[in-house]
């Protein structure tokens, strides 16, 4: 049996054909293993599967397998990640699998800190079905949830990036100081490049003139009061300390690539920061520590830099494992 995303309309279509007619039985869930509608306080998870055939007790890490969470084909997943967060880490569970039928994306949790672990597109979820089993299988899971496993194990868990490594992730910046020569050009194209060539991209953009945000569609507002970039953007990530936070700020790209990238956009207020950021030293190293808590969901990050020396520039560059200088052939910029 195949799955089709146009037959799911809506959520509990979402929920019948995708999950409980064909997710759950690939994934080796036996009907006396899963729950839908399952309460706990004042959480309410749409599907609870375990990995043994026992009553559920929240802090039994062995006995629970997974939370399946259903949204609508119209919604945006991007939306309900700190959601399904909340429920992993409050039950203590350490897999998490979203969908709203065009997409699927699959999170594991250890410490309140969650990863994308996979993620894929509904039409493709017939031909990556072998690398959704490997991770959230009931048989894959029970083996690695075994209770002696300790956490440095567990979180070593395979991914599916195509190199198959972990922590595999390479960070390209792209600078250089002179402006107008290609840096946003080439960071985008090259996203798009390397995602369709099937690797786990993330671009960020950490130029105030926010030109890689807008070309991946993602300023869709006309007037200011829209903006809804300014309170999330690469400069909170740079600001704060806390270290769990690209899943907070990342956002899917809109009509730029099949597949869609992942993006961590910036924004005009940039500028009006640099001079609070630039006097912490902290804030160099900031965004290095934070792409390390997300090294196991992306094979490549692409920066996209000011043209400029500035805080930003110098965050890009002590993040990165590579740099790409593009620059045109006009004297100035050579110099
Ligand atoms: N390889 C190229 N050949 C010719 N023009 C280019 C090339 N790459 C980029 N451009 C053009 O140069 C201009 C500046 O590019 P952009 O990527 O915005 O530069 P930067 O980010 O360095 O300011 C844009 O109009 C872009 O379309
Ligand atoms: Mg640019």
Redesign the pocket.
Known sequence: MSFNPELCRNESEVESKLIVHYLLPKLGYSPDTWHQEVKFGKIRLDFLAFTQKLPFKSDAKSSVGLVIEAKNPRKNLDKHVYQLRNYLTSLNISYGLLTNGKELRIYYQAAGVIQLLFRCMGRDIDDRLADIIKIIGRDFIKERLQPQLSLSQTASIPTTAPSSKVSSMKTIAIY?N??????????TNLAAAFSKKGYRVLLIDI?A?S?STFATGLIKFQFEEEDDIRDRNIYHAIASSDTNFIHEIVRQSSYFNDPEIDVVPAHIDLIKYQEILTTKMSSRNRLLAKLKRVENSYDLVII?TP?SRDIYAEAALITADYLII?S?LKPFANQ
């Open positions: 250089h002179k402006g107008g020569v290609g840096k946003t050009t080439v960071s130029d003139q030109n996209d043209p593009p045109d």
